[in-house]
């Protein structure tokens, strides 16, 4: 049977649209993100759609509030949690937030990055092949299937709709 743990991803553009804020999970040398950069989510509770998860999970991870949020794609990920649990992931593009994002929360540092650098940081290998869909001006959403195997991406395939 599989059951994969429901997850969202949000990127939260500035107001400019020129960059995104990330957490530099940099908090707990525990974390199976150590060291990477990553957009703002988490697991999806019991009693709460995925856009409320959503929402939760940038408050409590950054301090604001989204207002919208566009769902660009799903990702499943067999294999990927640290346990080689299944992940199946919501992507979510956050053109717009009120408050001031706290500089940084219990997994990490707070940053606001340049979209155009995102490829140079540190982060999933993963990442790679699905953020380009993210940020990319196609309005179709992309669903992706990303097997992990140690650790590392051993495929990626996707199609939009």
Not at 48 to 65: K, M, N, S, T, V
Not at 86 to 92: E, L, P, S, T
Not at 113 to 135: A, N, Q, T
């Amino acid at each position: 049977m599989y059951t994969p743990i429901l997850a969202t991803l949000g990127f939260i553009l500035s107001p400019e649209r020129d960059q995104v804020l990330l957490v530099h999970r940099n908090g707990r040398r525990d974390d199976h993100h150590y060291g990477k950069y990553n957009g703002l989510g988490g697991k999806l509770k019991p009693g709460e759609d995925i856009y409320q998860c959503l929402q939760r999970e940038i408050h409590e991870e950054a301090g604001i509030e989204s207002r919208g949020a566009v769902l660009r794609g799903t990702i499943n990920w067999p294999g990927f949690g640290k346990k080689k649990e299944n992940w199946f992931g919501f992507i979510f593009l956050v053109p717009g937030f009120s408050g001031q994002p706290q500089k940084a929360n219990e997994e990490g540092d707070l940053e606001w990055r340049y979209i155009h650098e995102l490829e140079s940081l540190p982060m999933w290998e993963g990442d790679r092949y699905f953020l380009p869909l993210v940020f990319d001006d196609d309005p179709r959403i992309f669903h992706g299937c990303m097997p992990y195997k140690s650790g590392r991406p051993v495929g990626w395939t996707f199609s939009r709709v």
